[in-house]
């Protein structure tokens, strides 16, 4: 079952790429669908709710939570950041820090210009964090480390 959330859309668009990159541990996540600020910032503040930390094992943590929310066998990585697709001319790179806190943006442009895109503003706040938090409490909630 696809997710309402998910923004892909067969034949009409080749994907809502982003790359989610530890700062200082050359670490990263790829997504092919849903990299909108309008999901990742969600998502990185549920993972805080969770106790995340930063660090690999913080990207391996946040790759987990995408990939319950998100579902499917594709569209999700995770490499050395160089190694991404971080120049991806659709939500370019995010920078977090240890705490889950994006700190800067990379490669959030039109093409070969400087001009910057407009934020993806699709899904509400509120409705994408209980979707998130529907699909990933069980495995967070309650759960020994």
């Known amino acids: 079952m696809q997710s309402q959330f998910n923004t892909r859309k067969e034949n009409i668009i080749m994907g809502n790429r982003a790359v989610i990159e530890m ?3 050359n670490i990263g996540i790829y997504l092919h669908w849903n ?3 309008d999901t990742v910032q969600p998502v990185l503040d549920v993972a805080k709710e969770y106790g995340v930390r930063g660090g690999d094992y913080g990207i391996a ?3 987990q939570i995408f ?4 579902a499917g066998t594709l569209g999700i990585g995770v490499a050395q950041a160089d190694k991404l697709h971080r120049d991806n001319h659709d939500n370019g790179t995010y920078i977090i820090n240890q705490q889950l ?5 990379l490669f959030h442009h039109y093409g070969d210009t400087d ?3 407009p934020e993806q503003q699709s899904h509400d706040y509120e409705n994408m964090k209980a979707h998130i938090k ?8 309650n759960v020994e480390d």
């Open 101 to 105: 806190d994006i700190i800067g943006r």
């Open 134 to 141: 529907n699909a990933n409490d069980q495995f967070f909630i």
């Open 115 to 117: 001009v910057l895109k």
């Open 67 to 70: 990939g319950n929310a998100f």
């Open 23 to 25: 700062e200082g541990e």
């Open 35 to 37: 990299g909108g600020l």
């Open 61 to 63: 943590r946040l790759a």
